[in-house]
């Protein structure tokens, strides 16, 4: 039987392939929905428990900091998780569940404002999961030099954007004009992360063309999983943005 580096074992010095267990298209997926289920539910009941928490002079202040430790791990896990592959299965689901918080209660805040926003943005971040899987999978949408460079590009301006977002907030003469660029830099944003999905997908196919392990399909699930959760919060600010300007108008 043949050896392959791809899969040297550090202690014996070899490991043969066959005996390996390879990631496959179906295991990303499944751990994948794994993961947004996690997310899902935490979100769901967070969103159940927060009104009861917000009247509450006492329990507050803990809620805010489970938050805010909820942020700081959530971070941590996706770091970590991106970083080691045998340590991705475990922050994953770290991620998933400290994730489930902050959109729970982000979702719920949302609602507030207007109702039915949390369930808008589900359905937009689905649909363009949906439209970039299908993209990638006929071959319309390739991750070549030409891509990688415009993502480049709009990681630089994104920090432009964030510095002329702070001289626009002291600088708009009208609440509405600052609305208007926020929703356009929000805009912006949204397609960033939209095209970070191509990466995803590309990522997923190279892990499974180049037979790694079963444990490389969490740390591509975990990246799925952070790009689903930023497009979903920059569709739901976008929706709070826009209609919070057509109040101002109206």
Not at 124 to 132: D, K, N, V
Request: aromatic share 10%; charged share 10%; net charge neutral.
């Amino acid at each position: 039987m043949k050896t392959t580096p791809l899969f040297s074992n550090i202690d014996t010095g070899e490991k043969y392939y066959d005996e390996v267990s390879h990631a496959t298209y179906k295991g990303v997926a499944i751990k994948t929905l794994i993961l947004l289920a996690l997310t899902v539910g935490v979100a769901v009941a967070v969103g159940i428990a927060l009104p009861k928490i917000l009247v509450n002079q006492e329990s507050l202040p803990i809620f805010i900091g489970v938050l805010i430790g909820a942020a700081i791990i959530a971070l941590i896990s996706a770091i970590v998780g991106r970083l080691t592959e045998k340590a991705s299965k475990y922050f994953s689901v770290v991620y998933a569940l400290s994730e489930g918080l902050l959109l729970g209660t982000a979702t719920a805040l949302a609602e507030e404002f207007l109702a039915g926003a949390g369930w808008i943005a589900l359905a937009t971040t689905l649909s363009i999961y949906g439209i970039m899987l299908i993209l990638f999978a006929t071959g319309v949408l390739r991750v070549g030099t030409i891509f990688r460079r415009v993502i480049i590009a709009m990681s630089l301006a994104i920090v432009a954007l964030a510095i002329a977002t702070i001289i626009v907030a002291f600088t708009a003469p009208t609440i509405q004009q600052y609305l208007i660029w926020i929703i356009i830099v929000e805009a912006f944003l949204l397609i960033y992360g939209v095209i970070t999905l191509a990466f995803n997908f590309e990522e997923a196919n190279m892990v499974v063309k180049n037979g790694c392990s079963k444990d490389a399909e969490w740390s591509v699930a975990l990246g799925m999983e952070i790009s689903l959760v930023y497009i979903y919060i920059q569709v739901l600010r976008l929706i709070v943005y826009i209609a919070a300007l057509v109040g101002k108008n109206n």
